[in-house]
Antibody, heavy 121, light 109 residues
Framework: EVQLVESGGGLVQPGGSLRLSCAASGFTFSNYEMNWVRQAPGKGLDWVSYISSGGDTIYYADSVRGRFTISRDNAKNSLFLQMSSLRAEDTAVYYC??????????????WGQGTLVAVSS | SYVLTQPPSVSVAPGQTARITCGGNNIGSKSVHWYQQKPGQAPVLVVYDDSDRPSGIPERFSGSSSGNTATLTISRVEAGDEADYYCQVWDISSIHPGVFGGGTKLTVL
C-alpha cells in the first residue's frame, strides 16, 4: 500500500526541540520530492519545508527558517523534520506530503495522517 | 511573497453547482492545485494543474484558471462534498515556494 506515516509529535515546552519522522512505503521514495505542511488548530494549511529527491535542494517558510531542518534518508525511505527553538505558534498537526513536479510546478499527491506537535509550558 | 485569496465560506443546496474561487496576481500563469479536507482527516488532492483530476476523483470536480482567478467547480453537489477546500500554487521564483490559500468551507444546505 502506498502510504506515508508520520511520528514523533508530542508536547514540548517553549524553546525545546522535537524531531518528526515520516516513513514512506509502497513507492520508490528516492524518486520523489517531499514536503512538510502544518495546520494549527482550527486554521488553514501552511507549507513548512521542501526537500528535493536527492536532498540537495531545500526550502523553508520564513516562519521556520533557522529553527527547523528538513532531511531525508533514501536508504531508509524516511523524511525528517528537526525542530528547535519551538514557539507556541508552532503548535499544529504536521503532515508529510509527497511532491509531484510538473513543469516546475509542484503539487502534493500523497499525504500522511499527520502528527500533533503541542508547544506549551 | 505570493498571496492566494479564497472566500471563507460557500453554501450550496444539494444537486446544485458550487464554485470556489482563488485569487492571486496573474494566477493564470501558474499551475493551481486544489485539496479537499474533511474534519479530522488529511487533505486529499482533487484537482491539479488547473483542471486535471487524480484517479478516483469524480468528474463532478473540475477546475479552471485565467487572469487573476482560479475556480474549483463542483457539479451536482452531494452532502459528502461538505468540507474545507484549499487552493495551492508553487511559486518557483521564490525561496519559499509553497503557497496555500486560506481555505473555503463548503456547506451543503
Amino acid at each position: 500500500e502506498v502510504q506515508l506515516v508520520e511520528s514523533g509529535g508530542g508536547l514540548v515546552q517553549p524553546g525545546g526541540s522535537l524531531r518528526l519522522s515520516c516513513a514512506a512505503s509502497g513507492f520508490t521514495f528516492s524518486n520523489y520530492e517531499m514536503n512538510w505542511v502544518r495546520q494549527a488548530p482550527g486554521k488553514g494549511l501552511d507549507w513548512v519545508s521542501y526537500i528535493s529527491s536527492g536532498g540537495d535542494t531545500i526550502y523553508y517558510a520564513d516562519s521556520v527558517r533557522g529553527r527547523f531542518t528538513i532531511s531525508r534518508d533514501n536508504a531508509k525511505n524516511s523524511l525528517f523534520l528537526q525542530m528547535s527553538s519551538l514557539r507556541a505558534e508552532d503548535t499544529a498537526v504536521y503532515y508529510c506530503a509527497r511532491g509531484f513536479n510538473s513543469w516546475g510546478f509542484q503539487h502534493f499527491d500523497l499525504w500522511g495522517q499527520g502528527t500533533l506537535v503541542a508547544v506549551s509550558s | 511573497s505570493y498571496v492566494l485569496t479564497q472566500p471563507p465560506s460557500v453554501s450550496v443546496a444539494p444537486g446544485q453547482t458550487a464554485r470556489i474561487t482563488c485569487g492571486g496576481n496573474n494566477i493564470g500563469s501558474k499551475s493551481v492545485h486544489w485539496y479537499q479536507q474533511k474534519p479530522g482527516q488529511a487533505p486529499v488532492l482533487v484537482v491539479y494543474d488547473d483542471s486535471d483530476r487524480p484517479s478516483g476523483i469524480p468528474e463532478r470536480f473540475s477546475g479552471s484558471s485565467s487572469g487573476n482567478t482560479a475556480t474549483l467547480t463542483i457539479s451536482r453537489v452531494e452532502a459528502g462534498d461538505e468540507a474545507d477546500y484549499y487552493c495551492q500554487v508553487w511559486d518557483i521564483s521564490s525561496i519559499h515556494p509553497g503557497v496555500f490559500g486560506g481555505g473555503t468551507k463548503l456547506t451543503v444546505l
